[in-house]
């Protein structure tokens, strides 16, 4: 068994925790609402702005023996530059204001995932990064374009509104092929097991983000542009 099929058996209890959140159940069942989706894009928004922070810190953080995988992180910042602004860009296509977007606090969830990623690289290992890699493209590829058809269809949004879901969900699938051959390179065990063991915690923090997306929906709706210019 390669090391890339024994991450993914060995997080498939972890992933599952993940994939039964409700929001996404409802969400393929067509019981989604705006408020549903902005919510989505909003902590979406907020987790995606610090990839390339990240990574660049992962970057650094590599010994030499490591440079090829340093060089694969190069090519990661390059694909992942400016995608933030393809969420905002969503946000505005949905009817909303994205400069006030940028100013909302990311639920509490969502910001422990972020500090854990930073904590990661920081003070055990900047390989157990790729433990988030893994959990972020394996599920768009299990999920983004599925999702997008779902809520398009039921709120009547143009697929301008979807760039990120859309993008995703076809960008991954060549993303995660690219990070089986360097899951595949790593051999060292305790190297693996960190690895493995940051997935699982990274399937349990962004399963929290959506556990936290529920039909009440902590985040209401953000205010339309013109409510916002008017002040109302």
């Given amino acids: 068994m390669s090391f890339y099929e024994q991450l993914v058996t060995s997080t498939s209890e972890q992933q599952k925790y ?23 894009l909003l902590e979406a928004y907020h987790h995606v702005k610090h990839t390339v ?12 023996a490591k440079e090829w ?19 905002l860009n969503d ?3 949905c009817g909303f204001d994205k400069e006030l977007a940028r100013t909302i606090l990311p639920a509490p969830a969502t910001e422990m995932m972020v500090a854990y990623a930073y904590d990661m690289i920081n003070r055990i290992n900047p390989l157990g990064f790729f433990g988030m890699v ?7 590829i ?8 779902t809520i398009r269809e039921k709120l009547g949004l143009p697929r301008k509104a979807f760039s990120y879901l859309y993008s995703h969900g076809a960008l991954d699938q060549d993303h995660v092929k690219f990070f089986q051959g360097l899951m ?26 959506f556990r936290n997306l529920q039909a009440e929906h902590g985040i209401p709706a953000l205010p339309s542009e013109a409510a916002y210019a008017t002040g109302q």
């Avoid at 922070?53 to 030499?64: D, H, S």
Wanted: proline share 4%; with cysteine.
């Fill in 53 to 64: 922070p990240l990574l660049m810190n992962v970057g650094a953080k590599l010994p030499e």
């Fill in 18 to 40: 993940l994939l039964t959140a409700p929001i996404i159940n409802r969400c393929f069942q067509g019981d989604i609402t705006l408020d549903d989706y902005l919510s989505f």
């Fill in 91 to 93: 946000i505005a296509c």
């Fill in 142 to 149: 299990n999920l983004a374009d599925k999702a997008a058809d």
């Fill in 184 to 209: 595949n390179k790593i051999t060292d065990p305790g190297e693996q097991e960190i690895i493995i063991h940051s997935a699982r915690m990274f399937y349990r923090l962004y399963g929290d983000i």
């Fill in 69 to 87: 995988l340093r060089v694969a992180v190069g090519e990661y910042i390059e694909e992942e530059m400016g995608h933030q602004e393809w969420i």
């Fill in 134 to 140: 893994h959990v972020l493209e394996g599920t768009s």
